[in-house]
């Protein structure tokens, strides 16, 4: 089992359309690169979509992210990676985290470790990833829509959007939410929601999959990026 890093950090990027090429370009050849950042225990770069069905057609070509796991409270720094996308960007956002609670693999790992730190003051953020079973696909993306729809009205709901490793298959969310509790009033009190956990064993949707709550430390950048609800504070 991995130990709980003291800092995870969440990087989006939103480049305009005449970059997309340059990006997908990016997207190939920088995960080595991030994962190689002195102090990165674990480094994903991702596609993102917009979290309102989670099929092929949910992807959002102008947007990318970064999810990094850190051995010291003072990484962060990404680099000639990250100045890389800088330059490509139009607007970007950085999240600091610390990670709170944490169950399942993301590819075989536990890059979260298994924290146990409960609910905390302030700001949570969420994040969900899974590996679907391609015999399955077509099942989950038929329940997800009731779900999305009850997550978009929730409250305390700040932001949202859809991460993914690949455009099919590969995928997840992000929500950040102004407190544990409204999290949880979500997670485990809304009826969609709830039939949706309690289909899942019999579904046997996933192959892999991961939920993990982390505490937010900072929020720097341009939050419309993160799809920030308007008005949200």
Do not use: C
Request: glycine residues 12%.
């Amino acid at each position: 089992m991995n130990p709980v890093p003291p800092l995870v950090t969440l990087h989006v990027w939103r480049v305009p359309r005449r970059a997309v090429g340059g990006a997908l370009v990016r997207m190939a050849t920088d995960p080595r690169r991030l994962r190689r950042l002195p102090g990165v225990t674990f480094g994903k770069l991702l596609g993102t979509g917009t979290g309102t069905s989670f099929g092929p057609g949910d992807a959002d070509l102008t947007r990318f992210a970064a999810v990094l796991a850190w051995d010291n409270d003072g990484g962060g720094d990404l680099g000639s990676v990250g100045a890389g996308w800088d330059r490509l960007a139009a607007g970007r956002a950085r999240v600091d985290l610390t990670p709170i609670a944490s169950r399942g693999r993301w590819s075989r790992r536990t890059p979260f470790g298994e924290p146990r730190g409960g609910r905390t003051e302030g700001m949570v953020l969420a994040l969900t990833r899974a590996r679907l079973r391609p015999s399955r696909a077509l099942t989950f993306w038929n329940a997800v829509p009731p779900v999305a729809r009850e997550l978009a009205a929730a409250p305390g709901l700040l932001a949202r959007f859809g991460i993914g490793e690949a455009p099919v298959g590969w995928q997840g969310t992000v929500t950040v939410w102004s407190s544990s509790a409204e999290l949880t009033a979500f997670a485990y009190r809304q009826p969609e929601h709830r039939a949706v956990i309690a289909r899942t064993p019999s579904a046997q949707w996933y192959a892999e999959d991961l939920f993990a709550r982390f505490a937010v430390r900072d929020i720097s950048g341009d939050t419309t990026v993160l799809g920030w609800r308007e008005g949200a504070r």
